[in-house]
Structure formats: structure tokens, C-alpha cells
């Protein structure tokens, strides 16, 4: 039986069926992203290493998903998604740039204190230097 993208949602533990997942590949899951994203609310969670180097490799169709994320109020799973931005050509985060700036110039102090606004500083400085 063919394994179907919404079947293998689990648990942020579930290092298999994070890889099962993956193997799939984009776009396949392309209907649970958003789901999947959810595993890297901390990436000391188990799956967050499978998933981590995937989304990347998806690039920018996880951008939507990635700005849903800094619409929260969740500090430490936008600085996640900041270092997955990291990990992503320079390119597609020339299209976070305002979502970045933002973070960078007026943070919350939430955003202050978990090294959110840092990181988007850093990663403002690394596009910049392209």
C-alpha cells in the first residue's frame, strides 16, 4: 500500500515516519507542510533533523509557510524558521527581506529575548553581502 502524506502524520518523535515523509518527497507532501512545520516548533525535537535539511531543499514553496509562522506570537519557532532560512539559497531570502527587516528593526521583546531579531540580523547581513 502506498504511503499517503496525510496517513503519516504522527509525532514530533516519530523519526520514521518524519524520513517515510521525506522519501516522499515535494510535492507530494505538499498538503501536509504545514503540519510537518509544526515539528520544528523545536528543533531539539527528534524529527527536526530529517525535516530541517528537507525544507530547505523544498525552498520556496515553504516561504508561505515560513510567513504564517512569523505571524505567530511563537518567538522560538521564528527563530527556527530563521535558521531553516539559513539554510536556503540566497535568492528565495531576498523574498523574506521584509519579513526579516522587520523582525530586525522593531522586534517584540519576545523576539529580543529568544535571538529572534539577531538571526534576522545576521541573515539581513549575509544577503546584503552577496
Not at 54 to 80: C, H, Q
Not at 82 to 98: S, V
Not at 101 to 107: G, H, I, M, T, Y
Request: charged residues 30%; aromatic residues 8%; proline residues 7%.
Amino acid at each position: 500500500m502506498r504511503d499517503e502524506p496525510l496517513q503519516l502524520i504522527a509525532h514530533k518523535s516519530d523519526v520514521d515516519r518524519a524520513r517515510r515523509l521525506v522519501a516522499l518527497g515535494y510535492p507530494r507532501v505538499a498538503p501536509v507542510l504545514p503540519f510537518m512545520l509544526e515539528w520544528i516548533q523545536d528543533c531539539n525535537w527528534p524529527v527536526a533533523d530529517e525535516l530541517l535539511p528537507f525544507f530547505a531543499s523544498v525552498g520556496r514553496p515553504m516561504l508561505p509557510e515560513i510567513k504564517r509562522v512569523f505571524a505567530t506570537n511563537d518567538d522560538v519557532w521564528k527563530y527556527w524558521c530563521i535558521l531553516l532560512l539559513g539554510r536556503m539559497d540566497l535568492e528565495i531570502l531576498e523574498e523574506m527581506r521584509a519579513h526579516l527587516d522587520a523582525v530586525a528593526r522593531q522586534p517584540t521583546r519576545g523576539e529580543e529575548e529568544e535571538g529572534v531579531a539577531e538571526e534576522a540580523r545576521n541573515l539581513l547581513m549575509r544577503i546584503d553581502a552577496k
